[in-house]
């Protein structure tokens, strides 16, 4: 845990009852089952010469396409939050309130628009992997893929700007500093999971790095939405 000379809000200590409370998250949730979905990726590719034969292996791999199919049923709708999120920045962009940051909620909006996308796409590949519905979903995931990228990108950008314009600050908290380094590391882990998965980078990116990256961008998003507050110096 950090302190803060100013005062200033962060990481609450670790405690049963906090963990219990983070984990009733959906999306922490999620984040937990990625990190063992991508590091059974991970020893696939690190640990065995031949996973195609070896039946250990074929286990790891039976248990990451499990935990795929599982991850995409939890967050199965989750397009009707984002319409929800879609609407509410839209109503920010007609509001002439000056101190709204019109830049910084465009590119939001721009971001929540294509994961709304994504999520209708995302739906569909699961109603085929499943089996629910009778037809080849790998040109839906392709281009789900595309736009997660997209997505990333457009967060990245965000977020750079942010820590931009936090830095010119001269009340500039450390705390919100370094929590913006680090959404700027989980933007970029996440760029090379959707490279790898849409296959925009080639033969660069390995289905290793893919995991390692996958392992980062949820460790990070569970630190990033862990509890703060103001605790008293001692």
Not at 133 to 149: I, M, N, P, Y
Request: hydrophobic share 45%.
């Amino acid at each position: 845990m950090r302190r803060n000379m100013n005062g200033q809000s962060h990481l609450l200590p670790i405690t049963l009852r906090r963990i219990a409370q983070h984990l009733n998250s959906l999306s922490n949730k999620d984040k937990v089952i990625k990190i063992v979905q991508y590091t059974a990726q991970t020893i696939q590719h690190y640990a065995f010469d031949d996973f195609k034969t070896d039946p250990r292996a074929q286990r790891i791999n039976t248990l990451f396409w499990s935990l795929v199919l599982h991850r995409k049923l939890f967050r199965y709708m989750n397009s009707l939050s984002d319409l929800v999120t879609i609407r509410s920045l839209i109503n920010q962009l007609k509001c002439p309130d000056e101190k709204i940051d019109k830049v910084d909620t465009a590119l939001l909006l721009a971001k929540t628009c294509t994961f709304f996308f994504f999520w209708l796409l995302d739906n569909t590949v699961y109603l085929s992997m499943s089996k629910i519905v009778d037809f080849d979903g790998a040109s839906s995931a392709q281009l789900s893929f595309k736009l997660w990228l997209l997505a990333n990108v457009l967060n990245l950008i965000r977020n750079a700007r942010r820590y931009v314009k936090d830095k010119r600050k001269k009340a500039s908290s450390e705390e919100k500093s370094l929590d913006l380094e680090l959404a700027l590391s989980k933007d970029v882990a996440d760029i090379v999971v959707a490279l790898g998965f849409s296959k925009m980078a080639g033969p660069h990116i390995s289905w290793g790095q893919i995991g390692i990256a996958g392992i980062v961008s949820a460790i990070l998003h569970l630190y990033l939405t862990w509890p703060r507050g103001r605790i008293k110096q001692e």
